[in-house]
């Protein structure tokens, strides 16, 4: 069965410093969602993506976040400047046209230190 | 801003029983509603779905219920087995599956053997 894949699974920064978060999203799908969990609440939407640009983003997704889909097949998170605040699981999810569902990666767990 | 609610954090069934878990929304503008499983440390899984239109769906065990007069899902399992033992969230969003999903805080199920 497709399935969105996420690297890295776990990773480690420096507060200042910024992260690259890696995502396949399923081929077909059209749609790209970044989403975050932190720890003991509930996941919470950041920012999706359709056409090459950002549909929505919530009050989360600041200038210091941003996201790419640099070629076809990948779909990037960037934060620069992390704060630790940001530590997280961070999953992305996709879907394909409309009225199919969300479908979630496996997440990438983020931890600034 | 709680659009979604979960008022059970946590819920124990006996092996073989019905497993309810209900969910509350406030939003009337919600008109896709899903219900998807989370493990530890992974993704959330998609179980099942229901849109406004309908006030029942059945996939296998799984059944979701939608009240929308009182803005009530629920997820039915049965019978209940030890792997449904996770938390379950459910999620809604204003259309079907591509716009952003809110979700509910959870309701962590432990399924008694």
């Known amino acids: 069965e497709p399935e969105v894949t996420q690297t890295p699974s776990h990773q480690v920064t420096q507060m200042g410093q910024e992260v690259i978060l890696r995502c396949v999203p399923i081929?077909?799908?059209?749609?790209f969602y970044w989403y975050r969990q932190i720890l003991g609440q509930k996941v919470e939407f950041l920012v999706s993506?359709?056409?090459?640009?950002?549909?929505?983003k919530s009050e989360i997704f600041d200038d210091r976040f941003s996201v790419e889909r640099p070629d076809g097949s990948n779909f990037t998170l960037k934060i620069r400047s992390t704060k630790l605040e940001d530590s997280a699981m961070y999953f992305c999810?996709?879907?394909?046209?409309?009225?199919?569902?969300?479908?979630f990666g496996e997440g990438s767990w983020l931890t600034v230190v | 801003d709680q659009q979604v609610k979960q008022n059970s954090p946590s819920l124990s069934v006996q092996e073989g029983r019905i497993s309810i878990l209900n969910c509350d929304y406030t939003?009337?503008?919600?008109?896709?509603f899903l219900w998807y499983k989370k493990y530890p440390a992974e993704g959330p899984t998609f179980l099942i779905s229901?849109?406004?239109?309908?006030d029942k769906n059945e996939d296998g065990r799984f059944t979701v219920f939608l009240n929308k007069s009182a803005k009530h899902l629920s997820l039915h399992i049965v019978p209940s087995q030890p792997g449904d033992s996770a938390v379950y969230f459910c999620?809604?969003?204003?259309?079907?599956?591509?716009?952003?999903?809110?979700f509910g805080t959870g309701t962590r199920l432990t399924i008694i053997p």
């Open positions: 999810a996709s879907s394909g046209v409309s009225g199919n569902t969300i479908y």
């Open positions: 939003n009337s503008m919600f008109d896709y």
């Open positions: 229901i849109s406004s239109i309908k």
């Open positions: 999620a809604a969003s204003g259309h079907f599956g591509n716009e952003k999903l809110t």
């Open positions: 081929s077909n799908h059209l749609y």
């Open positions: 993506f359709y056409n090459n640009e950002i549909s929505e």
